[in-house]
């Protein structure tokens, strides 16, 4: 059994990028990029990851996603902090390593798959990407144009035998901006496959815009719905949609009973495959006793945020022959729009009775159905 280990280089300070945060730290579609890089290095072929991190970083580091594995104190340079968490795993003597920067949030499996089967007759592998534009010297004029034939833009992952890149880093004096260099100053072969577009390297503001763009084109639409239903009874006040609407009676139940959230929570858990509303807050449980039915509906909300999605759209329809919801119907849809953090366009509201048929129609009760849309993240 080979094994192979990921060693993720995010150590910098990244003050190129501007902002007050080192850019491995930064935000992508509401995840940090460090966490968007080790999402991508699972791979049935790797079997683990370490991170290299900068001194100071221990709380940045914490803070980017649950069960990380503990973290390689890096050095000064690039390069000080490779030898440093090879230095980490020379304990657990991996047969492979694969040195990547947490800059480069995307990362194809088949890249993976390319660099590892390219091991198997090289020492070193590493993905490029061939040279398209016009190469030309250039400061605030242009200068002469240099051939571009035989040139490649190298990316990472780069894959190594352990064993020889962890001796080639200890034997190492000169400058390098990655591992290659470091691999073939030793004499260590570098085959080259191909890399991907996606792998590029986020340096500039402009790339994180871009990447914002990348990243809302890998996700994908799904669709919840939700129905629900209460009773209406003397002697309680009527929560819908987050209101409190005047009427005679009001609805049921163990919460605040607002028969629209419920069903606009189940929409949204529904979207998401989480279960439904009695699974998160089941009706057993005497602290839901009363409880103000906006904080499922945000609960449901913020599953949704944290696996990098978010709320496209929902659509509720109210079912009751009274009260009349059509002068409340403004205000349901600013609370709901408030409770999701949604323009009010993505909020669609209506009602309808039930031509006086069944329980709704005797005014015995409430119902209401909804559908939510959201987009998160393609599955890997
Ligand atoms: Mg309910």
């Known amino acids: 059994m080979t094994k192979t280990i990921a060693l993720v280089v995010a150590a910098g300070c990244g003050s190129r990028t501007g902002g007050d945060i080192p850019k491995q730290y930064r935000r992508l579609g509401g995840k940090a990029l460090l966490a968007h890089c080790l999402?991508?290095?699972r791979h049935p072929r790797i079997d683990g990851v370490r991170v290299v991190i900068g001194p100071g970083q221990e709380a940045l580091y914490a803070g980017v996603a649950a069960d990380l594995p503990p973290p390689v104190m890096g050095g000064a340079e690039r390069r000080d902090s490779v030898r440093l968490g090879l230095e980490a795993l020379a304990t657990e003597a991996p047969d492979i390593v694969l040195i990547h920067d947490a800059a480069r949030p995307f990362l194809p499996p088949v890249v993976v798959d390319r660099l590892l089967d390219a091991l198997a007759d090289h020492d070193g592998a590493v993905p490029v990407?061939?040279?398209?534009d016009t190469l030309a010297r250039s400061g605030t004029?242009?200068?002469?144009?240099?051939a571009r034939d035989g040139l490649a833009r190298v990316q990472t992952p780069q894959?190594?035998?352990f064993a020889a890149i962890w001796e080639a880093h200890q034997s190492f004096t000169g400058e390098a901006t990655d591992d290659a260099q470091v691999a073939r100053a030793a004499?260590?072969?570098?085959?080259?496959?191909?890399g991907d577009p996606m792998l590029e390297k986020l340096t500039y503001e402009e790339d994180f815009a871009r990447?914002?763009?990348r990243l809302a084109m890998l996700q994908v639409s799904r669709t919840g719905l939700g129905f629900d239903v209460h009773a209406l009874a003397e002697g309680e006040e009527l929560w819908l949609a987050g209101i409190r609407v005047p009427h005679e009676k009001g609805l049921k139940g163990h919460s605040d009973a607002d028969v629209a959230l419920h069903a606009l929570t189940d929409a949204v858990l529904g979207a998401i495959g989480a279960g439904d509303i009695g699974d998160h807050f089941p009706p057993s449980d005497p602290q839901w006793r009363g409880a103000s039915s906006d904080r499922f509906l945000e609960h449901a909300r913020d599953l949704v945020e944290a696996r990098g999605g978010r709320i496209d759209h929902v659509d509720l329809t109210?079912?009751?022959?009274?009260?009349?919801?059509?002068p409340h119907k403004a205000a349901m849809r600013e609370r709901i729009a408030g409770l999701l953090g949604l323009p009010l366009d993505r909020v669609s509201l209506k009602a309808t009775t039930t031509e006086r048929l069944g329980f709704a129609g005797r005014g015995e009760g409430i119902a209401a159905q909804a559908a939510a849309t959201v987009r998160v993240p393609e599955d890997r």
Do not use: Q, S
């Open 39 to 41: 999402d991508h290095l």
């Open 129 to 132: 990407l061939g040279v398209v």
């Open 141 to 146: 004029m242009l200068g002469e144009t240099v």
């Open 159 to 161: 894959a190594f035998r």
């Open 187 to 194: 004499g260590i072969a570098v085959a080259a496959v191909a």
């Open 211 to 213: 990447a914002e763009e």
């Open 318 to 326: 109210i079912i009751c022959e009274a009260p009349r919801i059509g």
